[in-house]
């Protein structure tokens, strides 16, 4: 392999950055060794604040590292970063958009910032649109795209010129399975036509999964690189597939195991079953082990690169001696700290807390939900999924009270939400999708705020502060503006001030978008032992592994139901048979697939008079 093969090659980056209003220096990337090939797709992975953000962009030219060498396409980049960027196309983590310019305005306004000229920008245009699927809406503003359909049109803009080097940054995030799907065909099409080199960050690891190379990133240095075979291979031997004999919900074996970080690495449910990544010091036949599974049926599984990366993050932080799951062990701890009247929720398990009849909303002519129905119990984690504009916002919006409903029944904790919002209001809590805590506020002042507005005053609001503090570990981070924490800790504290009033619903709007795989499981871990005491979670994910720890689901397409029922209801319903291994990414694709086969065909067939 020839010097000449390698588009992008870094020996000993360093960064720092300067907080000028704090007086503390942070080092963001220390000493990496990081090269790209000529036509591959590399992948940077790695937990909140592990510094692929800042590896981009110096890959970029946007930064100027503070020691080592950079070159990119054979450019120094800390003396030629202009040239550098007229030779590659960089899409951030929040692409700029204009969202009262139309698609074709988008285009037309990126492909002049550029410099493309008229015959290339008709040539480009036609294959952009191709690939992306949005040939019928160029006279549709921005801002009226769906998520996923806003993720490709940022990809079409930094593609308007054809680029050496491509850079995405996180571009999946906030995108349903479908969408995700054809970003990544796009992604590979464009690989194989032009031979283009791509660089992918990604929380994601089934995608990382799909690169030549993937650079397992922490803390600002590289703790492995190598094939996605290759980063597996470090849980070779370690990793089953546990199946339970009784009823218990795959999540509450789930949860007994990654409470035990001594024996046991970490767990996710799959499948139905649940699968473990036993610690290599650790016989499987041991009696701890056998105390956790009681009995379930054990198969040895192969490992996959989300495997091999936990394996790697434990062993890092057991050098450090850090606890890699001190979170979860605090996530645990949520429902055996809680007070006396978060233990009054329990009551009937078969208490109907929300229940939703006929629902529809209209904006103008445009039925954004169309006759939805269903109900949910006392203590149950209730998932709303659906593609990019399938309603799910819409109808979670209602459930929450910000939105009224155009008609229809919809009651939530007892009360009617179509007469009595603000009373409904008082007994959930809601975590939002985007940050939108106050950032310049300090965590205490912001859980002191909202506690207001809940009504909390004196004592009660200090000890549920103190409380909801240990449970997510914030106390350590009383005084810091909130505006200043890692992406981690800002979804704590969200969290933090959601269930602060104590409400019995929570709802929760893909709380785990962009976020690593370790915070979901801590995320989850809090969200079990909260259905635990009776707290009610409706929740929306574009993690479908995520949907499995749902007690049930609702899959919505074009406003309407389409699926409803428990994990393998769901499957069956998708077309697949009860004893076959449930996968919820397939079953939502070919639900969704279906409903618009379905729908085509109808407004294809012949109408007699």
């Given at each position: 392999m020839s010097d000449a093969d390698e588009v992008v090659v870094g020996r000993g980056l360093t960064k720092r950055f300067f907080d000028k209003e704090s007086g503390h220096t942070t080092t963001a990337l220390k000493n990496i060794d990081f090269a790209v090939l000529r036509g591959s797709i590399t992948a940077l992975v790695g937990p909140d604040a592990a510094g692929k953000t800042t590896l981009m962009r110096l890959m970029a030219g946007l930064l100027r590292s503070d020691h080592g060498q950079l070159h990119v396409l054979g450019l120094d980049?800390?003396?030629?970063?202009?040239?550098?960027q007229d030779r590659i196309s960089y899409m951030p983590q929040r692409f700029g958009l204009y969202e009262d310019l139309s698609v074709q305005e988008n285009l037309d306004l990126y492909a002049d910032l550029h410099g493309v000229g008229q015959q290339e920008r008709k040539e480009r245009y036609a294959r952009l649109m191709e690939m992306t699927g949005l040939a019928e809406f160029t006279e549709r503003p921005a801002g009226k795209l769906s998520g996923g359909m806003k993720q490709k049109l940022g990809l079409a803009c930094t593609l308007v010129r054809s680029p050496q080097l491509l850079l995405l940054d996180e571009p999946t995030v906030g995108v349903d399975p479908l969408s995700r799907v054809?970003?990544?065909?796009?992604?590979?099409?464009?690989?194989?036509?032009?031979?283009?080199?791509?660089?992918?960050?990604?929380?994601?690891?089934d995608e990382a999964q799909r690169c030549a190379k993937v650079?397992?990133?922490?803390?600002?240095?590289?703790?492995?690189q190598g094939t996605p075979e290759q980063l597996s291979a470090n849980a070779q031997g370690q990793c089953f597939s546990a199946r339970t004999l009784d009823e218990r919900p795959a999540r509450t074996l789930q949860a007994q195991m990654i409470d035990e970080p001594s024996l046991i690495v970490d767990a996710v449910p799959q499948g139905g079953n649940v699968r473990f990544i036993l610690n290599e010091a650790v016989s499987l036949e041991s009696e701890a082990i056998q105390n956790i599974l009681q009995g379930a049926t054990v198969e040895p599984l192969t490992p996959r690169l989300e495997d091999g990366f936990m394996v790697l993050l434990r062993r890092r932080l057991q050098a450090e001696k850090k606890d890699m799951q001190a979170g979860i062990v605090a996530a645990a701890s949520l429902g055996k700290t809680a007070g006396n009247a978060t233990k009054k929720m329990q009551g009937d398990a078969h208490d109907t807390m929300i229940e939703v009849r006929d629902l529809v909303r209209k904006f103008g002519d445009f039925v954004a939900v169309n006759s939805t129905s269903f109900a949910v119990q006392r203590g149950e984690i209730f998932g709303l999924l659906g593609p990019n504009g399938a309603g799910k916002t819409t109808t979670f919006r209602m459930l929450c009270g910000l939105l009224p409903a155009s008609s229809g029944f919809l009651q939530v904790a007892g009360v009617n939400l179509l007469t009595a919002r603000a009373a409904a209001r008082k007994?959930?809590?809601?975590?939002?999708?985007?940050?939108?805590?106050y950032g310049n506020l300090t965590v205490r002042e912001n859980l002191e705020f909202f506690g207001g507005v809940y009504g909390l005053r004196g004592k009660q609001l200090k000890a549920r502060i103190a409380l909801v503090c240990e449970q997510f570990e914030?106390?350590?981070l009383y005084k810091t503006p909130a505006g200043h924490l890692p992406g981690g800790f800002k979804q704590r504290l969200?969290?933090?001030?959601?269930?602060?009033?104590?409400?019995?619903?929570?709802?929760l709007d893909e709380p785990t978008s962009g976020t690593d795989p370790l915070a979901r499981r801590e995320f989850w871990r809090r969200i079990t032992a909260l259905a635990d005491i009776g707290v009610t979670i409706i929740i929306t994910t574009h993690f479908l592994d995520e949907a499995e720890y749902c007690d049930r689901i609702v899959i919505q397409d074009a406003g309407e139901l389409k699926a409803l029922g428990t994990p393998r209801e769901v499957w069956m319903q998708a077309g697949h048979g009860a004893t076959?291994?449930?996968?919820?990414?397939?079953?939502?694709?070919?639900?969704?697939?279906?409903?618009?086969?379905?729908?085509?065909?109808?407004l294809e067939e012949p109408r007699y008079a």
């Open positions: 980049a800390k003396t030629h970063p202009q040239e550098i054809e970003l990544w065909q796009i992604v590979e099409q464009l690989r194989q036509d032009e031979q283009l080199t791509v660089i992918i960050s990604t929380a994601y690891l650079y397992v990133m922490h803390e600002g240095e590289v703790l492995a007994k959930i809590g809601y975590v939002s999708q985007k940050f939108s805590l914030l106390q350590h969200a969290m933090a001030v959601g269930v602060l009033h104590e409400p019995e619903i929570l709802f076959s291994t449930l996968n919820m990414e397939r079953a939502f694709i070919d639900i969704v697939n279906q409903a618009r086969q379905q729908k085509q065909q109808a």
